[in-house]
């Protein structure tokens, strides 16, 4: 499995259409909004199909702004699966939403690095277990008792519990939308930016 995160250079499946030509425009609109102004080549995207663009925004609005879970631990959960499908492009979108929400550098090169959910120096035991189960739900689906066991251990809250499994089932869905359909980063496309 390619770990390094580059971006390909191949093309995207699915032409591009102008911004001027997506629509409907209160969809584009509350996309753009979500987004802070600005759609992404993702949205662009699923906008292709404005019934899952809309049932698209909505749950994934949901999972970035109204969870209880730890953004940290969301964010390591996403890298994580970025990491896992060699999804450079969700990779390019949630590192630096890592480093925001308190995460270190480092650490994000540790999780590019040979067996991270062991790796005591780069993380704690809370963030080992968050990427043990990253790990397990991305490779395996099936997720060893043990492997649960540990994260019930050092994130108690069921609630927090079933945010993060959702967290981690919904960018495996989010990257194999990207992967499967060669989504551009948005630095790869001429007029387009984030």
């Given amino acids: 499995m390619n770990h390094s995160n580059n971006p390909t250079k191949t093309a995207p499946r699915i032409a ?9 425009a209160a969809l584009v609109q509350a996309i753009a909004h979500r987004r802070g102004g600005t759609l992404l ?9 404005p019934v899952f663009a809309s049932g ?4 994934m609005g949901a999972i970035r702004t109204q969870l209880s ?5 969301r964010e390591l959960a996403i890298c994580t699966v970025a990491v896992e499908t060699n999804a450079p492009y969700e990779w390019s979108q949630h590192a630096p939403e890592f480093l ?3 995460g270190s550098q480092a650490q994000l090169d540790a999780l590019k ?10 993380f704690d035991a809370t963030q080992r277990a968050v990427i043990a189960l990253a790990q397990a739900m991305t490779r395996d689906v099936h997720v060893d008792d043990t492997i649960f066991g ?7 809250d069921a609630q927090q519990q079933v945010e993060l499994v959702g967290v981690i089932a919904s960018y495996n869905m989010v990257s194999r939308f990207l992967v499967a359909l060669q989504v551009q980063m948005e630095t790869d ?3 387009t930016g984030t």
């Fill in 113 to 122: 690095g040979d067996k991270p959910s062991v790796n005591a120096q780069a």
């Fill in 100 to 102: 925001a929400a308190g």
């Fill in 150 to 156: 540990a994260l019930q251990a050092v994130l108690p």
């Fill in 69 to 73: 879970l730890d953004p940290c631990l």
């Fill in 16 to 24: 591009s259409v102008p911004d001027s030509a997506l629509g409907p």
């Fill in 189 to 191: 496309m001429p007029g």
């Fill in 41 to 49: 080549n993702l949205d662009r995207m699923l906008l292709r199909s």
């Fill in 56 to 59: 698209w925004n909505s749950f």
